[in-house]
């Protein structure tokens, strides 16, 4: 697999205004846009750091995986994503080599994207997100 640079690192929030004035107004790094995203009960603050971005994400009521995260460890880095050109492909190849994507096929992510994960159990204590951009979504 190869991958074309690091997308951005998200952080679990326990809410987006909460954390704002640290990330935006303290450390001054503009935010790009401020997403929901139903399809996983989630909302996102993108902040650009210049050359790369950082998630900030705000599970909504009925998301499981970030609530999970933010009751057992609390606030704080949760994911890291790398971009892909091709993410069907980094999925089979990732497979054919013994690992376990943690969704058979990619879905949709913040941004109109293709996205899945690999496990931190399979990944050395670090939940990978790999992204691909769809040209459909304008991106
Ligand atoms: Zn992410």
Do not use: Y
């Not at 690091?6 to 809410?15: E, K, M, P, T």
């Not at 990330?23 to 846009?33: A, F, I, K, S, T």
């Not at 054919?96 to 969704?103: C, D, E, F, S």
């Amino acid at each position: 697999m190869k991958a074309l640079r690091l997308d951005h690192i998200g952080v679990a929030v326990q809410s987006l205004e909460s954390v704002l004035p640290v990330w935006r107004d303290l450390l001054g790094l503009p935010v790009e846009e401020i997403e929901e995203v139903p399809e996983v009960k989630v909302r996102v603050a993108k902040l650009s750091t210049g050359n790369t971005t950082i998630e900030l994400v705000e599970p909504l009521p009925g998301e499981e995986a970030t609530r999970r995260f933010l009751d057992k460890r609390g606030e704080g880095i949760h994911h890291i994503c790398l971009e892909v050109a091709d993410l069907a492909a980094a999925t089979a190849e990732l497979v054919a080599r013994g690992m376990k994507p943690v969704l058979a096929t990619p879905r949709a992510g913040a941004g109109g994207r293709l996205v899945n994960f690999l496990s931190p159990k399979d990944a050395h204590g670090v939940l990978i997100e790999l992204s691909q951009r769809v040209a459909a979504a304008g991106t």
